[in-house]
């Protein structure tokens, strides 16, 4: 992915059987269980995009979060910081997937930096 690209989208549901139903009513979208992450749900909008879902403060934020891939997950959240932002989750590891965090920016809109392995 390149860098400054919104790669992913997670979606908080109160009811996550009837968020899943209604997404894939909707617009089609087919979930899996994230393996390693039980109460997390995977589904793809196109070839390499796609997003989550999950119980709401629990397997994702309180609010919609959009992932935006960065070369460099510490760097990017020190300018965050620097640039008026705030950190929300600190950078975390998926084991063979990537780095993440989320941070509010400077307007409180928050959304996930993404760094995939090098």
């Not at 600190?90 to 941070?103: E, H, L, M, S």
Request: hydrophobic residues 35%.
């Amino acid at each position: 992915m390149a860098t400054g690209e919104i790669t992913h989208i997670e979606f908080p549901a109160d009811d996550v059987d009837r968020a899943k139903r209604f997404y894939e009513a909707v617009v089609g979208w087919q979930f899996s269980e994230m393996e390693g992450f039980p109460g997390y749900w995977l589904f793809r909008t196109g070839e390499g995009s796609g997003g989550g879902l999950g119980k709401r403060g629990e397997s994702v934020g309180s609010v919609i979060r959009d992932y935006i891939t960065v070369a460099k997950l510490e760097d990017a959240v020190a300018a965050a910081e620097k640039f008026g932002g705030k950190v929300v989750t600190p950078p975390r590891d998926i084991p063979g997937q990537g780095r993440y965090a989320a941070v509010l920016d400077s307007e409180g809109n928050e959304i996930g930096l993404w760094e995939t392995p090098s």
